[in-house]
């Protein structure tokens, strides 16, 4: 790596939304640790990940600068401010356009990531989510406490959140991918068009409709993993 530099490249091998081939030559030359996907390595909480973090000039060479910092926190390895990013990013794609995750729901790496310096800590996320993918802790904190919950291809929360806070990585359109929020105006238009589409007119008791849902799934979730511990130690009697 080159010196006081710790530089990281990601490839985004599972959607190929980044342009690998800018940095070629810098991947030949061995100056950089290169991981196939950021968002797998986040979930997997991968070693190069603190290294680079805890390095004096962290480059990260992948996608929108917000979505590698949300990442980075994720993975409990915050970066300083003297991080630099490199957004290899291909222009934004359309939902329709964007490749779904050819890999199975216990291997893919699509989950939420929170932006802390947006996020209001309103809790519809939480709401929001059928899957158990999100816990909120007594101060009100939401996090993405079970990521592999999450639904593949579904970005849905982060449409509805009223302050742009969640990011999907691999999702084609902005700002929920990650990339910087703009035109405000246009974003709040553009959540409540969502809001009205997922949960109607009356949003609280769409939500608290949902709330029930998700109980109950999480419930049934329970008692399918009870049976099955059952007859694993039956069998095994």
């Known amino acids: 790596m080159s010196a006081n530099k710790s530089i990281l490249i990601c490839r985004c091998c599972e959607r190929g939304l980044v342009d690998a081939n800018a940095v070629s030559d810098l991947i030949a030359s061995g100056q950089a640790a290169v991981v196939p996907d950021l968002c797998r390595a986040a979930l997997e909480n991968d070693s190069v990940l603190e290294i680079i973090a805890s390095g004096e000039r962290p480059v990260i060479y992948a996608c929108h600068p917000r979505a590698v910092k949300a990442l980075f ?7 300083p401010a003297s991080a630099e990013f490199i957004n290899l ?5 359309p939902t329709s356009q964007t490749p779904n995750l050819s890999t199975s729901p216990t291997r893919s790496a699509w989950f939420p990531v929170i932006d802390e310096d947006r996020c209001s800590r309103c809790g519809q996320c939480f709401e929001f989510c059928l899957f158990g993918v999100y816990e909120k802790d007594p101060d009100g904190r939401v996090r993405v406490a079970h990521p ?8 849905a929360c982060a449409r509805i959140c009223p302050e742009t806070a969640i990011i999907f990585p691999k999702v084609g359109e902005s700002p929920i991918n990650g990339a910087e929020v703009s ?26 409709a949902r709330k029930q849902k998700r109980q109950s799934l999480l419930n049934q979730k329970k008692v399918e993993k009870a049976l099955a511990e059952r007859r694993s130690h039956s069998e095994n009697s």
């Open 73 to 79: 926190a994720f993975a409990g390895h915050p970066l």
């Open 89 to 93: 990013r291909i222009p934004a794609l």
């Open 148 to 155: 592999q919950s999450c639904k593949n291809n579904c970005p």
């Open 183 to 208: 035109d405000d105006e246009e974003r709040k238009a553009n959540i409540k068009i969502n809001v009205d589409e997922l949960l109607g007119s009356d949003v609280y008791a769409a939500l608290n």
